[in-house]
Every structure is written in structure tokens, then in C-alpha cells.
């Protein structure tokens, strides 16, 4: 073999381990795109998702200070019925212990005699 030979050959091999290169290369880059228009779209559907989860708190605040409000209402509802029964319970109590005054009504007999 000449040397013109070999140094072709070798040309060419190296002209297709750089085409080798140069084509995993590419596949690298177009994966690579690939990649980060799949992290973007994560990106936006996480920014969505913290803007749900913001909106979820808010709602929840509400809720519980509706609720707690409710239950406000209902304990003072409850402790009005309670004290209300306590007072008639009392006033019965009271009545029924403290012996009647003298409100009898005494009669007043008038003997009549007849004119003799």
C-alpha cells in the first residue's frame, strides 16, 4: 500500500468517526430541546398548581372563619337556652320555698240577731 493509500484511508475513517460525532451530536441537541420543552411545561403546570394551592388556602381561611362564627353562634344560643332554664328553674324554686303570705281573706261574720 502507498502512503497515499493509508492517509486516504485514514481521511476517511476519521471523515466518518467525525460524521459519527457530528450525528450523536445532533441527537444530543435534539434531546436536549427535547428536555427543556418538557421542564417548561413542568414549569408551568408547578406555577398553576401554586396558584391552586394559594387559592385552596384562601378558601380554606374562609371556610374556617365561617365556621368558627357558626359555632360562636350556636355555643351562644346554646348558653342563652341554658340560662333561660336556669332563671325559671330559680323562680320555681323560689316560689314554692317562700311560704305564702298572709293573703287569706278573712271573713267577716256579722251575727245578726233578730229585733226582739
Known sequence: MSLETKGDMKL?????????????????????????????DL?????VLLQKSDAFVKTTKTVMTHQ????????????GIVVVIL??????IVYFTIPATATTTTTNTHTTTAPK
Open 87 to 92: 332563671v325559671i328553674v330559680l323562680v320555681v
Open 12 to 40: 476517511q475513517d476519521m471523515h466518518s468517526d467525525v460524521k459519527e460525532v457530528t450525528e450523536l451530536m445532533r441527537n444530543n441537541y435534539i434531546k436536549v430541546e427535547e428536555r427543556d420543552g418538557k421542564l417548561k
Open 43 to 47: 414549569e408551568e403546570r408547578s406555577d
Open 68 to 79: 368558627n362564627r357558626r359555632n360562636r353562634k350556636l355555643n351562644l344560643i346554646i348558653i
